[in-house]
């Protein structure tokens, strides 16, 4: 492997593009773009290292189909539909599942409905097909869905421009899409888009999401009736009698597979015989909804593979995209990269993997793309960018301002202090900052923004109160920026990490009848199926009880305040304790609890303190969430901080009780991950 890497760096040499680091993994250096090579040709083809292929880009145009060809793959297309119905490459004639109708291979869809209007799911299928380019060096393709009112209630009211691009000495193709709302139009919701692939079953049986999420997978026929059980909803099946026996037994379930959007860049399908590659690039999240934490789905049993660009996964109804009938909208998904890759006979087929993610930073580096013909896809000239410095200010860890370490910082478009993360309708920019608190975002598209941030380890929100306008070429420096985060005195107690997630509480182990051993010994053990049932085997007649000074949070505080399941199938709401000790009460003063939750799904908190059967709660939240994460193997969804006060005549010299009361309990996918817990005691002068 490492004289592989070797081959590798030596392919790549050095370069002096200025956008490229040095080191792009261990045992491979060099630029991440091929000599002389930029604007998304291929990285690597396969392992004999060809001669770079010399054949121009070819467009042949038939009766109901178009096909892209540049020698490397030919790309076949439905005509005017635009749906991608073959790809032939390496000696397979078509890498999509060819079983399946032309409309259920590679496609565009959507879920839409009208105001007070059933959801539907749409293909987007193309009425006028356009040829945009042509030349030598690339092809571009339009195909068109218009609107017009005579289709009001059948079909979304949007103008759909899909658009396919192959470059000369490319190994895949690229997509994007404009959706355009004229303001004259009629309102609608759009719930999901998406750009789809069904592979060859018999041929992609390997998936890769990451370096330590990629397993030989069930076939789809394994989930059916006979072969599957489906469990407590459909997408959870356990294999009774699965066609290959070393799945006996384990659950599969597409939401085990997600993945947020920071990490979502590449992922994909290996085909063993011959050793052949298919990758699904995304080198930008700034058209994916929801910012850097929003999760997606990403390839699963099918074989299928996704790139999604708006979802109400682990959000809910809260990344909807309302569009008004007075509003005018347009937005640009995409481009997206689909790569193919091949090895020699005998190689490891995770070499393939290793390639793809070289390719996946040389995409990344080039983005945004100087190709794309559309005017709606600004160019990099036509951008921006913001600079700037992040501190943190809180009085009770630091006289000094602290250095946001780690901070993510991005620009979405003007609303409330953490608004970004159920933003949908527009573009978002994200970055992370040194270790110093410095930040640097490029490449903005012009537009109104707001400069917002959360910093790890501080609980809270940051937003600039500055527009910020970005123009062409501009460059804005914005100084150092100062966040006060919610504080009102010192810290007494804190139960885990405020880091948005519930990932530092205890996991448990699965029900060994439904274990996917994906998962096993693995830092995302929250993935298995049915630890919400665990809560009431490890809790089979008290709920849980923590004790500040003597628990652990990491043992002792499970992931999630689920519900308790009874005998009969029905279930119970849960009253967790935080029991401590104070050694002096200042009755006169109010102290602060702070409650930072990292998902909710139709959930209520109701806190009193050293009463559990006081009428009325101190603090309730009402109903909060539809993030369903429990449900679907996550670990957060949408982030909610909540201040309570506690008069100091509610507490006592000596033992306290905060009780944390979930009363809601019509299913058992109800309750509450919890990020981080404090209280402060009263402001010290």
């Not at 030598?136 to 009211?157: D, K, M």
């Not at 070429?473 to 914005?478: D, T």
Request: aromatic content about 12%; hydrophobic content about 35%; overall charge negative.
């Amino acid at each position: 492997m490492k004289k592989r890497f070797q081959r590798i760096a030596d392919f790549l040499g050095s370069c002096d593009c200025g956008t490229c680091t040095n080191q792009v993994a261990e045992g491979i250096s060099g630029c991440l773009k091929p000599r002389g090579s930029h604007g998304g040709e291929q990285v690597l083809q396969n392992s004999t290292w060809p001669a770079m292929p010399t054949q121009a880009v070819r467009l042949h145009i038939k009766d109901h189909h178009v096909v892209l060809d540049n020698g490397i793959l030919q790309v076949t297309l439905s005509k005017p539909g635009g749906i991608v119905t073959g790809i032939q490459y390496n000696g397979i004639d078509n890498l999509l599942e060819f079983r399946n109708k032309e409309t259920n291979r590679g496609y565009w869809d959507l879920m839409w409905n009208p105001p007070g209007g059933k959801g539907m799911f749409d293909v987007i299928s193309g009425t006028s097909f356009r040829v945009v380019v042509e030349n030598e060096e690339q092809v571009e393709l339009s195909f068109l869905r218009t609107w017009a009112s005579s289709l009001e209630g059948n079909y979304i009211p949007l103008n759909i421009d899909k658009r396919f691009i192959m470059l000369r000495g490319s190994s895949g193709f690229y997509s994007y899409a404009i959706y355009e709302h004229l303001k004259e139009w009629p309102a609608f919701t759009l719930g999901q888009t998406r750009f789809t692939f069904k592979l060859r079953k018999e041929k992609f049986r390997y998936m890769v999401i990451a370096d330590n999420r990629h397993r030989q997978m069930p076939l789809p026929e394994d989930l059916s009736t006979g072969r599957g059980q489906p469990l407590a909803y459909p997408e959870a099946v356990q294999l009774v009698n699965p066609t290959d026996p070393e799945h006996q037994g384990e659950v599969d379930d597409k939401y085990q597979y997600s993945c947020e959007n920071k990490d979502l860049k590449v992922h994909g399908w290996i085909c063993r015989t011959p050793p052949v590659g298919f990758w699904l690039i995304i080198p930008s999240d700034e058209f994916r909804s929801g910012g850097p934490l929003k999760q997606n789905l990403t390839s699963h049993v099918g074989p299928t593979t996704l790139a999604v660009f708006l979802s109400g996964h682990y959000a809910g109804k809260y990344m909807e995209t309302h569009i008004g009938q007075d509003e005018p909208w347009k937005k640009v998904f995409g481009p997206v990269f689909i790569y193919l890759n091949s090895a020699a006979d005998g190689d490891d087929p995770l070499w393939l993997w290793e390639d793809a993610k070289i390719k996946m930073m040389s995409e990344v580096q080039s983005w945004p793309y100087n190709f794309p013909a559309s005017e709606d896809f600004q160019k990099s000239e036509e951008r921006g960018c913001v600079s700037g410095r992040l501190l943190v200010q809180d009085r009770y860890i630091s006289n000094d301002v602290i250095s946001a370490n780690g901070a993510y910082v991005g620009l979405a478009p003007p609303g409330d202090v953490g608004s970004w993360q159920t933003e949908c309708k527009d573009y978002q920019f994200w970055t992370t900052a040194d270790e110093d608190g410095y930040f640097s975002i490029k490449n903005i598209r012009t537009g109104n923004y707001n400069l917002y941030a959360w910093v790890p380890g501080f609980v809270g929100d940051y937003r600039s109160d500055a527009l910020v306008t970005i123009t062409s070429g501009s460059n804005i420096k914005m100084g150092d920026l100062v966040y006060d985060p919610p504080r009102d005195g010192p810290t007494l107690w804190e139960i885990g990490i405020p880091d948005r997630s519930a990932r530092e509480f205890n996991v448990p182990d699965p029900d060994p009848k439904y274990v996917n051993r994906l998962f096993v010994n693995h830092p995302d053990r929250f993935r298995q199926y049915g630890l919400w049932s665990r809560y009431t085997e490890l809790y089979p007649n008290e709920d849980l009880v923590y004790t500040i000074g003597v628990s652990d949070y990491s043992k002792d505080w499970f992931f999630a305040q689920v519900v308790r399941e009874m005998d009969n199938k029905t279930y119970q709401g849960t009253t967790w304790q935080i029991k401590f000790n104070l050694d002096h009460v200042d009755r006169n003063s109010s102290y602060k609890l702070r409650v930072a939750i990292a998902s909710a799904t139709l959930a209520e908190l109701q806190v009193r303190v050293n009463d559990p059967n006081a009428n009325r709660p101190l603090f309730t939240t009402g109903l909060i969430g539809r993030d369903n994460t429990i449900a679907r193997h996550g670990i957060h969804g949408l982030y909610l901080l909540y201040h309570v006060n506690i008069p100091g005549t509610r507490l006592i010299e000596g033992e306290n009780t905060i009780f944390l009361k979930q009363p809601r309990c019509t299913s058992p996918f109800q309750g509450i991950m919890y990020d981080y817990i404090r209280l402060e005691g009263p402001p010290v002068s």
